[in-house]
């Protein structure tokens, strides 16, 4: 009887060797190419944007609009890691809201920051463990040449470092007709993240800005002088100042990144984010995590690519316009990565990481359908 065993194995064995190709001089890469419409690749570079958005504490959240490629290593009984390449799109949530992509609303065509991240994303689905080892992204703005051809009236952008004064002025008369509405809570700029201007029957301006709480009250309005204590911003207004003939049109929205910072009746405030369906163990048991789960990660900012590129070029992809780099290692046969700190019990597990496959290997199936189709907002 015991013999059966052995020789069944022994079976599989010549049968795999004999179907094998005679000579394997170059081993075939271990990265499987999967479909970039794969119910589990979506999954798991959704998951991947959550953290990646989580991650970063400036910008706008990523939404995901397709997947560029995709490979899966599988590692023998521990899961896969991911090789992503996801085309993004920056929606209207500032990521310090702490909004999941799905629950953030697309910028219009003409407001568009487009680009591409890379990432490694390693799933144990029976340990119930996602992880984002490493990311990186590249962004442009959409490229203000090609929406001047289509939409000439369009709102084109302003610099948000406060060097234009109507910028600053835009700012400074929507945050005071905000505070000046507001019942007791006084607020004040953290930052500009957004500004543009547009001719309408006259100039118009449009911002964006971080404000965080003052602690002066509203009888002392302007007179105040006192330090913001707490320096966390508390939310994203919007704010807009136009002008036609004589008149003054101000108007301003602010999103509270905290329920509880607001007056309840006026503010809409923000939602739990996260897989809720998926749970996730992420924190570290303490006693023998050899490193903490950090994330390696950032993203670019590069400007308009029109900028770059003084003479229109027809053709694409001469230069690489999203250079985004994603190595763990540089060895082509793999390195061994730590993740025993996923590991709820005290255990040393490594799984195998690779050399980020390149752009011009892309897998057959790749890319994905795009949720926004526009060649203006589509890396190559
Ligand atoms: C967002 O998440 C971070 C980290 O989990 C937390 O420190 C922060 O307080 C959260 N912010 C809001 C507005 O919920
Ligand atoms: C991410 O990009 C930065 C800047 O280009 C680079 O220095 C860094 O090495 C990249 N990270 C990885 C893990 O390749
Ligand atoms: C990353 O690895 C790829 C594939 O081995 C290699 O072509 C590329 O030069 C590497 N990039 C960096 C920044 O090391």
């Given amino acids: 009887m015991n013999l059966l065993l052995p020789l069944a194995l022994y079976a599989l064995v010549v049968h795999y060797g004999a179907s094998s190709p005679p000579s394997l001089a170059t081993k075939p890469s271990p990265l499987l190419s999967r479909a970039c419409d794969a119910t589990d690749v979506l999954a798991v570079s959704g998951f991947a944007l959550e953290d990646i958005n989580r991650d970063r504490k400036d910008g706008y959240v990523l939404s995901l609009n397709r997947v560029s490629d995709a490979r899966e290593h599988r590692q023998a009984h521990l899961g896969s890691l991911y090789y992503l390449t996801l085309d993004v799109l ?3 949530c500032h990521v310090l809201s702490n909004r999941s992509w799905k629950d953030c609303e697309a910028r ?3 407001e568009s920051v487009y680009g591409q991240c890379k990432a490694l994303f390693y799933i144990n689905k029976p340990r119930r463990i996602l992880y984002t080892p490493a990311y990186n992204c590249t962004l442009h703005p959409v490229s203000r040449r090609s929406i001047h051809r289509m939409c000439p009236d369009c709102p084109s952008p302003s610099p948000t470092d406060l060097s234009d004064p109507s910028v600053l002025e835009a700012v400074a008369e929507s945050l005071a007709k905000y505070n000046d509405e507001s019942n007791l809570k006084q607020y004040s700029l953290v930052k500009v993240t957004r500004a543009s201007s547009q001719w309408v029957f006259g100039p118009a301006y449009f911002v ?5 709480e003052s602690p002066c009250t509203k009888s002392q309005a302007s007179s105040c002088t006192l330090q913001s204590p707490n320096s966390e911003p508390v939310g994203l207004c919007k704010g807009s100042l136009s002008r036609n003939n004589m008149e003054k049109h101000v108007s301003v929205t602010c999103d509270f990144f905290k329920s509880q910072v ?3 009746e006026t503010k809409n405030s923000a939602v739990n984010q996260g897989p809720a369906n998926f749970p996730q163990q992420k924190s ?3 006693q023998h995590s050899p490193s903490p789960p950090v994330l390696q990660g950032s993203v670019q900012h590069l400007p ?3 900028d770059e590129k003084p003479t229109v070029s027809q053709e694409k992809g001469l230069a690489d316009d999203f250079p985004v780099h994603l190595n763990l290692t540089t060895n082509p046969q793999g390195d061994s990565l730590d993740v025993s700190f996923l590991f709820m019990e005290p255990v040393k597990e490594k799984i195998v990481v690779f050399p980020f496959p390149s752009k011009e290997q892309r897998s057959a199936k790749c ?5 926004k189709y526009s060649p203006f907002i589509l890396p190559p």
């Fill in 90 to 92: 920056e929606t209207k």
């Fill in 108 to 110: 219009v065509l003409h």
């Fill in 208 to 212: 964006e800005y971080l404000i965080r």
């Fill in 262 to 264: 607001q007056d309840p």
């Fill in 284 to 286: 570290p048991a303490p």
């Fill in 304 to 306: 308009d690519l029109d």
């Fill in 367 to 371: 890319p994905g359908p795009a949720e």
